[in-house]
């Protein structure tokens, strides 16, 4: 099977722009979820889709907000970007229903806010 | 709120040491446990997990994790590392109750050959 893809692997983006991510799970997973990397604040999860229903969600401002479609890929967005939002996203997809289970990573998104 | 907690940000070692990095958790409930390991310019990739059973659990190549319930530890250990062995570990803790994994901030290993 293939893995996780992510595009676009490399994003430059400005302050206060908007920015939308991309995640196609492996196949006949169903949930998909995302999380911010930063060397000062290490994984820090965003959120979880499960069948095009958000199940969590973390402590992030409701700038970042996704979506999962019918396929199970699933879409981030991040809306007036912030300096501090320059980091690499990973997007991890899971077979079960439970989040708890084995989660397979994407190469992720690095995005570099200037 | 629930933590995960690595003692060490960053190791180095000699090739045939032996390697315990320290993963501390803060939650009073029932976990499951992993430890996910990124090679250079490769994903996250799983290591090892424990869900239930016997408290000592056998990953890949070579690894092993140990939960002590009563010290809310799951430390990673190997008995001789390699050069390839040289990546960054996560500790991740998946509270039950509320489904979510929150991850350790890592430990960056370089092993020296």
């Known amino acids: 099977k293939a893995g996780v893809t992510q595009t676009p692997r490399y994003l430059i983006k400005t302050r206060g722009q908007q920015v939308t991510l991309s995640c196609s799970p492996i196949?006949?997973?169903?949930?998909v979820s995302w999380y911010q990397q930063t060397p000062g604040q290490g994984l820090q999860f965003l959120f979880e889709?499960?069948?095009?229903?958000?199940?969590n969600k973390g402590n992030f401002p409701g700038r970042f907000s996704g979506r999962q479609f019918s396929n199970s890929r699933s879409e981030m967005n991040v809306s007036t970007l912030e300096l501090g939002d320059s980091a690499l996203y990973l997007c991890?997809?899971?077979?079960?229903?439970?989040?708890?289970?084995?989660?397979?990573f994407g190469p992720g998104t690095r995005l570099t806010v200037l | 709120a629930q933590s995960v907690s690595q003692h060490n940000h960053h190791v180095i070692l000699s090739e045939a040491a032996s390697l315990e990095l320290g993963c501390n958790y803060s939650?009073?409930?029932?976990?499951?446990l992993f430890w996910y390991v990124q090679y250079p310019g490769q994903h996250l990739q799983l290591l090892l997990k424990?869900?239930?059973?016997?408290?000592l659990v056998k990953g890949i190549k070579g690894f092993e994790a140990e939960f002590i319930k009563s010290k809310f530890s799951f430390n990673l250990r190997k008995p001789s590392v390699q050069w390839s062995d040289t990546a960054e570990y996560f500790c991740?803790?998946?509270?039950?109750?509320?489904?979510?994994?929150?991850f350790g901030k890592g430990t960056r290993l370089h092993i020296l050959p």
């Open positions: 196949s006949g997973h169903r949930s």
């Open positions: 424990y869900f239930s059973g016997d408290p």
């Open positions: 991890a997809s899971s077979d079960t229903t439970r989040m708890g289970d084995t989660q397979y």
């Open positions: 889709y499960f069948s095009e229903t958000q199940r």
């Open positions: 939650y009073g409930g029932t976990v499951n």
């Open positions: 991740a803790v998946n509270a039950l109750r509320d489904d979510k994994i929150i």
